[in-house]
């Protein structure tokens, strides 16, 4: 073997190496994501029987305390309503409360319940963590334009960096609305202007007709930064957000 071949083969390996380290960060990020979604249904659905449970107790809770940890915390601290303490805001709604007495048996179930719950979102909260980690590693544009939870779902989406980075800007867009689209395609229905990005504040806190032009604005600027990121070039995420955010701000997105 000469010297040449030498460095083509070297060279090949290298490539490969490289094309597999990244492959090994997608996996992790694909797999990550797509437990706590898991973890996400599952922790849902266990509420929503736990809501079922306690609510013989103290019903009015679930209008009270509609977020899930904070529902948790009252369960978990207090058990039976007439634990609530004075001093707190819930304690005359407690007094009040049109619920059923229940057994030490019973009521000891049910905060044990609420307690599995309860840790099982806080693995979540770890797993998120290392979520965003990870992706602010392969991405570090991408998720300084988008975020690095929008990211992660976009790369689970698609399956890969790789084949994410290839996408025109317009895929990027709708990716997530896939059935809005075939409606669109079948029925005639309007077409979708966003799909997983409408997740940024951008979008989703905007007026409702200017939307789809952020939404498009965002996914130019954010197939670029993915681009840079696949590539490993340079960090501009601070500069293609700034200049996201001022367009929308000087009204340079033309309204629908």
Avoid: W
């Avoid at 009270?64 to 915390?73: A, G, P, S, T």
């Avoid at 890969?160 to 896939?178: C, D, N, R, Y």
């Amino acid at each position: 073997m000469d010297l040449k071949q030498l460095r083509e083969k070297t060279i090949k390996k290298t490539r490969e190496q490289v094309k597999e380290k990244l492959l090994q960060k997608d996996r992790l990020i694909i797999n990550l994501t797509r437990t706590i979604s898991t973890i996400d249904k599952t922790t849902n659905l266990l509420f929503e029987q736990l809501r079922e449970l306690y609510g013989l107790h103290f019903p009015e809770l679930s209008r009270l305390r509609k977020n899930i940890d904070q529902y948790l915390e009252i369960v978990v601290n207090y058990g039976k309503r007439e634990n609530i303490p004075e001093e707190h805001e819930l304690k005359q709604k407690a007094k009040e409360s049109a619920g059923v007495e229940l057994g030490e048996k019973e009521m000891k179930a049910i905060i044990s319940f609420a307690e599995k719950i309860k840790a099982l979102r806080e693995e979540r909260k770890k797993l998120e963590k290392l979520l965003e980690e990870k992706v602010k590693e392969l991405t570090p544009n991408a998720c300084e334009v988008a975020g690095p939870l929008i990211v992660a779902k976009l790369i689970t989406e698609v399956g890969s960096l790789k084949k994410l980075a290839e996408l025109p800007s317009s895929t990027i867009q709708v990716m997530g609305a896939e059935k809005a689209l075939f409606a669109h395609l079948k029925k005639g229905v309007k077409p979708p202007k966003h799909g997983i990005i409408f997740q940024h504040p951008l979008i989703h806190k905007a007026p409702k007709k200017q939307r789809g032009p952020i939404a498009r604005k965002l996914a130019s600027k954010l197939s670029i930064a993915l681009k840079v990121d696949y590539f490993k070039g340079e960090f501009i995420g601070d500069k293609l957000k700034k200049e996201l955010e001022e367009e929308i701000k000087t009204h340079k997105i033309r309204k629908t």
